[in-house]
């Protein structure tokens, strides 16, 4: 155990490397990729449930696996 400017990390740094504890989060971006995904898998997942309802008009076993496997 590591124990740095009060935080408890579970090893110490490697050699030769100094933490920058001042340095900005990649908060911002990481909130953006998380978004974007977010946004295309729900795209995706309405484009599929609306496909296998209206066009296919076969809602099967398969639509409904992913859903209770999660």
Do not use: Q
Not at 11 to 30: C, K, M, Q
């Amino acid at each position: 155990m590591s124990l740095s400017n009060g935080v408890l990390y579970s090893a110490p740094p490697p050699d030769g490397y100094i933490p920058d504890f001042n340095r900005p989060h990649e908060a911002p971006a990481l909130l953006v990729c998380t978004i974007l995904f977010l946004g295309l898998a729900v795209i995706a997942t309405a484009i599929r449930t609306y496909t296998r309802v209206h066009i296919v008009r076969l809602v099967a076993l398969d639509d409904c696996k992913f859903a209770i496997l999660m």
